[in-house]
């Protein structure tokens, strides 16, 4: 079996506040295979969202390892982080972080540009997974323009974009009443599983959690697995 | 106070002490400031810099004014200056001979000054032979000695320490008269000059009743107290009597004054403009950052009314920290820069008032409510709903008025701070222009790049690839950027090339080619000799021929039987004035009405005079004139009217007949050349030759002149080098304006994979053709307006300098793209992380 597409082991991480040291992770080990879904639930304030941050490489333990798509992140820097995200991990966040004062097509291209693809090609795959969201008619629309349902599609079009190999998403129903949320999710699962994408996603709602396949909480800096 | 007013005014200060993390209030803050700061520095400076260079005139005639007499002060009129409590001594000017053995006669100009002299400038002597080292002093010469000029010590063979015969004085030479500061210019001062007390002017027994001398009162003190003295004499002249200023009285020092005029409200008035364009810049960035806390204010039931207090009173509070802290900086800056002009002008100049300071205040005060208000009263229409939806923006209403009136509101004040309306709208109006023109072309440059883009597609890197979408995408955002950074760069490089052009200028004014001699009384006969002789020398010489006559009859009406036209007509009837005529028009004349002669003149009762001439007697073109030449009337039309550049040092004409109409009267001629220092042989074997002939040493009013012009040359750089240090500042407060932006946009890139290097080409490669962009447009505009200025305003030549326009685009563009790139350092220090939630 190759390699798993996400390994850390004793992955910690303390923050100086005021004179004390503060533990938000003690200790963290996980393992997840490609193609794996994976919730991690907790509390406001557990350290969900610090947890996600490490995970995806975008911030530095105190102590321990992490293996992302089986490359080890602790020897690299963040530019080098960043280059090994590049194409191969996508992002959803709570809230949405589009680009203002781009359209909602040329927000999805962004991440393509950035892989360095032909523009010209890049905007047909941005265009197909718009239509895909059900956004075919607001691709010229900026952010501005949509609600917060369509802007999470967007951001569903453009984490997906890249075909990456593992997706990162921090509450993405966080910002949207309840119908909406639910059509996002089932967006998400769908694109998901037809790019057969590992999935870590951060909640704090029980149901969602449960459709993934490896359910974990997130309580006093540990992650247990259900 | 209602406790509603109460709690908005509380909860504005507690707003305000919030709102120190937030971005856009600081950047605000930072741009009154600056505004404020500049302006204010700005016009102290030129203020104080304008006193100075007053001074300095001052120093040409030995005074802050002069009050030309027909006879001594009256005791009446000498007890109002001493109540007002001037400083003043009479200066009274003869012509006599000095005669020390009976071959030679030499033609002297006396001047008997009193204790005190000179009140403003300096003297400079020398005791030993041309060539030893000189003094200055700041002294009268004692009495029973004389300072005397080094011709009459050649023509009579006398030496310092030898006695000279003065009418029925002897009186001992103390030293060799070098420079007399009020010296003057032009020919009425020609004879060689003779410097002594008043004390001995009785024991010449040269002046009796009826004997042609001329009275001056020379007045010196504070501006105030040179006001009251205007107000209470000038009721008080006499016909023939003046009082001048040395402006009034010498012709190149007022041009080189109104130019330098010009030039320092043109620097406080693009201070102006530069800190509207930062402030309006910030204050609708500043405004849309209010609309989240607006939003929830209304959600938790606060009123309309009480939003709009609440928004009021920050501004309040912002604007009086930063209009506070402005004057304070203001105040800091021109201390300093007072002390280096203290120093350059060698004067000691009165403090600054705060009073002063007013423009800056009220600039900044319009500026903020003017810029920053419409904006918030805006943002006060947020629906409260934007608190769940972010989307829900604030509606744009009709703002034109607004900025309309703010806008006129700062042109009225730039007026009032330079109080020159024709420039300031001037500059105004070419703003206006400048930036519809700016945001035409900033458009239609973007849309060009957008359809570079796919041709460009994968060849120049993801670093140039970003940098180039980033522009298209956010073409409107951009075109803001070059239209913001056009208008300050037009008017930074407007001044750039006006200091230029002012500066050389005045070099050309004082050319080391200038003309330092003059030769007179040559003969007709003597002149094609003289010619050749100066020719053989290498020295180039224009010969001008002149007939003295006396101005008798304005269009008929003898100026005797006149009282009011003789008056009018002032020195211009009491002495003979130089007459000539020449076949073209000279370089430093202008004809302003009429024509010029042409060959049907020739011959023909025609005539062209000066302006101040034209002025004095109240006549224009059509009129007739008539001058009694030895004894014969003379009447011809004025047929143009010259303005003529006395600053050139050329020989000049009040009036020029048409030519042929003058060759029955015997006329001498007049050259003026430059001697280099290695040529004096020459002129002194001329005159060895046709001893007839009188040489002017003018080289002593050049040096003065140009000490003169390289002070004010240093006082324009200063104030130059202020405005562009505010402009500076003004430029980086605007790239500011766009920082949150770009923070947010580098962390979310930067999540998504993008290297450092290429966050650091994209911004580098986008704040550098956006620069591009402005410095090119703002070099074109530029340009044109300062050939407009140099040629209308300044009255200057134009030559384009290629050199500098390539040096001033490559330094703009440069710190446009380097300062965005220092606004990028912040994000690339954190994790992308922090940064992402920093703007969550």
Known sequence: MSSPALEAVDLSKTIESGERALTILDGIELSLNTGDTLSIVGTSGSGKSTLLALLAGLDTPSRGKLSLLGREMSDLDEDARAAWRSGQVGFVFQSFQLLSGLSALDNVTLPLELTGADLGEARETAQRLLEQVGLAHRIKHTPRQLSGGEQQRVALARAFACRPKILFADEPTGNLDGATGAEVIDQLFELNAEQGTTLVLVTHDEDLAARCARRTRLADGHLREH | ?840
């Open chain 2, 1 to 840: 106070m209602s406790t509603d007013r109460t709690s908005a005014v509380r909860l504005a200060w507690r707003q305000i002490g919030r709102s120190r993390r937030d971005g856009s209030a600081w950047i605000l803050l930072i741009a009154l400031v600056v505004a404020v700061a500049a302006v204010g520095a700005v016009s102290q400076m030129t203020d104080r810099v304008r006193a100075g260079m007053e001074r300095q005139g001052a120093a040409t005639l030995a005074g802050d004014l002069e009050l030309e007499l027909r006879a001594p002060l009256d005791e009446k009129r000498a007890a109002i200056l001493d109540e007002i409590g001037v400083a003043h001594h009479g200066v009274t000017v003869f012509p006599s001979v000095v005669s020390q053995n009976d071959d030679e006669i030499t033609l002297v100009s006396v001047k008997a000054v009193e204790d005190g002299y000179p009140l403003r400038g300096e003297v400079t002597l020398r005791r030993g032979d041309p060539g030893s080292p000189t003094k200055t002093v700041t002294r009268a010469p004692e009495p029973g000695t004389a300072w005397v000029a080094q011709r009459i010590l050649d023509a009579q063979q006398l030496a310092v320490g030898d006695t000279l015969h003065l009418g029925d004085a002897r009186l001992k030479i103390a030293a060799v008269l070098v420079i007399e500061p009020d010296r003057g210019q032009g020919f009425a001062n020609i004879a060689p000059r003779v410097l002594i007390r008043d004390a001995d002017v009785a024991g010449t027994g040269l002046l009796g009743p009826g004997s042609r001398a001329n009275y001056d009162e020379r007045i010196a003190g504070e501006p105030a107290a040179l006001e009251q003295v205007r107000e209470r004499l000038e009721p008080t002249l006499q016909p023939g009597e003046r009082l001048r200023t040395p402006a009034e009285s010498n012709r190149a020092l007022a041009r080189a004054l109104d130019r330098a005029d010009v030039f320092l409200d043109l620097a406080a008035l693009v201070a102006v403009v530069l800190a509207g364009v930062a402030i309006a810049l910030t204050a609708r960035q500043h405004a849309s950052s209010r609309l989240d806390e607006i939003a929830l204010l209304k959600t938790l039931g606060a009123a309309r009314g009480l939003i709009a207090r609440l928004m009021a009173w920050q501004l309040v509070f912002v604007g009086a920290i930063g209009i506070g802290l402005g004057l304070l900086v203001a105040w800091l800056a021109q201390l300093g820069i007072s002390q280096l002009i203290a120093r350059a002008f060698e004067i000691q100049l009165p403090t600054a008032s705060w009073l002063a300071l007013w423009p800056a205040a009220a600039t900044g005060a319009v500026l903020l409510a003017g810029f920053a208000w419409p904006a918030l009263a805006q943002a006060r229409a947020t629906p409260p709903a934007r608190v769940l939806a972010r989307s829900l923006a604030e509606q744009r209403g009709r703002m034109w008025l607004i900025y309309a009136a703010a806008l006129a509101s700062v042109a009225l004040l730039a007026a009032a701070a330079t109080r020159d309306i024709t420039l300031t709208a001037w500059v105004v109006g070419a703003t206006i222009g400048g930036t519809a023109v700016l945001w035409v072309v900033a458009l239609g440059l973007l849309a060009g790049i957008d359809r570079l883009r796919p041709r460009i597609g994968n060849r120049g890197g993801p670093g140039l690839r970003l940098a180039l979408s980033a522009l298209a995408r956010r073409r409107q955002a951009s075109a803001l950027q070059i239209v913001a950074f056009g208008i300050g760069l037009t008017m930074l490089f407007m001044l750039v090339i006006v200091r230029g052009d002012l500066l050389a200028g005045w070099q050309a004014d004082i050319a080391a080619d200038a003309p330092n001699r003059f030769l007179i009384n040559i003969t007709r006969e003597q002149q094609p000799a003289v010619a050749e002789r100066l020719q053989q020398a290498g020295l180039d010489a224009d010969f001008y021929p002149l007939v003295r006559g006396r101005l008798t009859a304005v269009d008929g009406t003898a100026i005797e039987d006149d009282g009011e036209l003789a008056e009018q007509a002032g020195e211009l009837t009491r002495r003979e004035l130089n007459l000539s005529w020449i076949d073209d028009l000279k370089n430093d004349n202008r004809i302003v009405a009429g024509q010029w002669f042409d060959a049907d003149d020739t011959g023909k009762p025609r005539m062209s005079i000066d302006t101040s001439v034209a002025e004095r007697l109240g006549v224009d073109v059509g009129d007739s004139l008539t001058f009694d030449i030895t004894g014969t009337p003379v009447t011809a039309t004025i047929e143009s009217i010259r303005e003529i550049d006395w600053s050139s040092l050329q020989a000049n004409f009040y009036v020029l007949f048409a030519p042929g109409v003058l060759d029955e009267f015997s006329a001498t001629y007049i050259t003026s050349l430059y001697v280099p220092d290695d040529a004096h042989g020459v002129i002194g074997a001329l005159v060895r030759e046709f001893s007839n002939i009188s040489v002017i040493d003018i080289a002593a009013i050049l040096e003065q002149l140009t000490t003169l012009i390289d002070r004010l040359s240093l006082a324009i750089e200063l104030v130059f080098g202020f405005t562009l240090a505010a402009g500076l500042v003004v430029l980086l407060a605007a790239m500011q304006a766009s920082r949150a932006e770009r923070l947010r946009e580098a962390a979310l890139l930067r999540a998504l994979g993008a290297r450092s290097s290429w966050l650091r080409q994209a911004t580098f490669g986008e704040c550098l053709l956006i620069g591009l962009c402005a410095s090119l447009l703002a070099a074109a505009i530029a340009q044109v307006t300062a050939i407009v200025l140099a040629v209308w305003v300044f009255d200057l030549g134009y030559a384009w300098r290629w050199p500098l326009w390539l040096m001033a685009i490559s330094i703009a563009t440069a710190v446009i793209a380097l300062s965005g790139l220092a606004s990028l350092r912040e994000v690339l220090r954190q994790p992308a992380w922090a940064s992402l939630r920093a703007s969550d």
